[in-house]
């Protein structure tokens, strides 16, 4: 949500000219013969003039700087613009082994994370997946059209499997993919903020949203007692330009993530000062002279720029500018001094939030309260349009 994130854009003729992020659809099952219906999907219980975010991440391991300059930074820029709905999916979190003991704490802490970066509860609702029923109820009723063969396609689900020993994977994380569509697709989502490695899973659940309008929608929805229409809006990504990958800091070549081994490879939001320039100094690096972009034989050196290029606001132009005749022994420092005074202000505001005992808790559950009455409505249309008999509340 990893996960991150999530959701269906109509026909958008454009972003705004401001905007940061690259619009790219591009359906992963194509050829499969479901059409898209884009019209918006009917009984949306508070229709909003702004366009829908969801995204989210896992309660697992402590939120790094890949999460926070791949993710939740982006969402802070993204407020002001779009209404947004920001999980902590800690479901997800369930897909392989977990330590109960701390899954709990580590829901509490990415919440809490969330706000320190700055997500502003007046401008998004902030909720955990488990708080709100119809995330799993939606997986249930969209895996009876979702074809056996598509799940085998995920390549999250080859690499994690072969990890979890093949039969052993639980057949949770053969059926991912399912529930983090219906994390999208619940909320009638028009766009989600997704890393390139995500992609796969977005054009998954735009892929299940057109073969359900299409099983379920339309005509045939209307003739159940339906208002006809679309049942789901069509997700679209938003792609940041800059800071859509951060890598790790061992190799270069590979995400930064909380399941790789070592810790070294990673900068954690709440890593002390001594431990951001332990790391920084100790990351792996080349023996070319002075620095630069986009070199694909130096993708250490590229994975470095940007995150100093991020941290500072600055241009490529003007990193460039400033670093091209450096050594590693002169912008080490300099990066690490950049990182901890970053991340010092959301390392104390997070220490802040934790120590106000029920605000957290109020904030969690006002923004489950919110979730509800947009899910339940679209698990009610999908219910519907299926064919089960409705329950009378009158009686």
Partial sequence: ??????????????????????????????????????????????????????????????????????????????????????????????????????????????????????????????????????????????????????LQKMTQFKEKSRKEGGENASVFLLTYPVLMAADILLYQTDFVPVGEDQKQHLEFARSLAQRVNHLYGGRKWKKLGGRGGSLFKIPEPLIPQVGARVMSLTDGLSKMSKSAPSDQSRINLLDSKDLIADKIKRCKTDSFAGLEFDNDERPECNNLLSIYQIVLGKTKEEVMEECKDMSWGSFKPLLADALIEHLNPIQVRYHEIIAETGYLDKILSDGADRAIDIADATVHNLRQAMGFYMRNSAN
């Fill in 1 to 150: 949500m990893a996960h991150a994130t999530l959701s269906h854009s109509s026909r958008f003729s454009r972003l705004l000219s401001t905007s940061r992020f690259l619009r790219k659809p591009s359906p992963l099952f194509a050829g499969e013969g479901f059409r898209c219906c884009c019209s918006a999907a009917t009984d949306d219980t508070s229709p909003s003039p702004r366009k829908r975010v969801v995204s989210g991440v896992q309660p697992t391991g402590s939120i790094h700087l890949g999460n926070y300059l791949g993710a939740i930074k982006n969402w802070v820029t993204l407020q002001d613009t779009y209404e947004n709905f920001f999980i902590i999916v800690d479901l997800h979190a369930t897909t392989v082994p977990y330590d109960t003991r701390q899954l709990g704490k580590a829901t509490r802490d990415t919440a809490a994370l969330y706000l320190a970066c700055g997500v502003d509860i007046s401008k998004a609702s902030v909720f955990v997946q488990s708080h709100v029923c119809a995330h799993v109820e939606l997986k249930c009723l969209l895996s009876s059209s979702t074809p056996i063969g598509w």
